[in-house]
């Protein structure tokens, strides 16, 4: 199967400090990753389309530069929140499509800001 | 606002019976739809998928129905199993295979013992 692994799981981080999650898809390579922000009981919100080798796109009323997006290779993107503050307390998680329709998910980051 | 939604936001089966989600969408060019399944803290399963151009599609315990004259998509579970309780969402991607997928609310699914 398609495996998609995220790190860390869980993150807890000052005000005003910066953090960085990894996603790794392990087992194919993946030309786009995709980031969703999830609140409790809510749905997952598409954030931004990372692509390998050129410039994330982000959807309407996401900070590019808040959420920085790096994909620089074909396994694995990155997603560092700068300046975090704590309304960025959230769920992240990143899928990667294996070359066809389906996207698979890593397990998610707890983004905890005190 | 969302373009996929879902009529039951919560769902109590008892275990055994058969379950039955429902999601509407609103893109009719959506092409291809996915069921995932979620559990607390962790990220979305995939559990099934189903192309526009077909109206049902079977896995192991679950079938996915497409109708997309009303713009419905389906989740039927059978015999439902306590670790079936998950929240469920259906996902729409348009834009062929480098499409996004745009989520539904979710429902939650408890099964009772």
């Known amino acids: 199967g398609a495996v998609v692994s995220q790190h860390p799981s869980r993150v807890i981080c000052k005000s005003g400090t910066s953090v960085k999650i990894e996603c790794r898809s392990l087992?194919?390579?993946?030309?786009?990753m995709f980031w969703y922000r999830q609140f409790p009981k809510k749905s997952l919100m598409l954030m931004a389309t990372?692509?390998?080798?050129?410039?994330?796109?982000?959807e309407q009323g996401v900070e590019k530069d808040k959420f920085l997006i790096n994909h620089a290779s074909l396994t694995l993107s990155t997603l560092t929140v700068t300046s975090a503050h704590p309304e960025d307390s959230s769920f992240y998680i990143c899928?990667?499509?294996?070359?066809?329709?389906?996207?698979?998910f890593g397990q998610g980051t707890r983004l905890t800001v005190v | 606002g969302e373009s996929v939604g879902l009529h039951l936001p919560t769902l109590s089966v008892q275990e055994g019976d058969n379950s039955i989600i429902n999601c509407a969408y609103s893109n009719s060019a959506s092409d291809y739809f996915i069921w995932y399944k979620q559990e607390s803290g962790k990220g979305p399963q995939f559990i099934i998928d189903i192309r526009s151009n077909m109206d049902k599609r079977q896995g192991q315990r679950v079938t996915v129905l497409l109708n997309k004259t009303v713009k419905h998509l389906s989740l039927q579970i059978a015999a439902t199993q306590p670790g079936d309780s998950a929240v469920y969402f259906c996902?729409?991607?348009?834009?062929?295979?480098?499409?996004?997928?745009?989520f539904g609310k979710g429902t939650k699914l408890s099964v009772k013992p």
């Open positions: 087992d194919f390579q993946a030309t786009t």
């Open positions: 899928s990667a499509k294996r070359g066809g329709w389906a996207a698979f």
């Open positions: 996902a729409e991607n348009y834009g062929g295979s480098q499409g996004n997928l745009i």
């Open positions: 990372s692509n390998e080798g050129s410039k994330a796109t982000y």
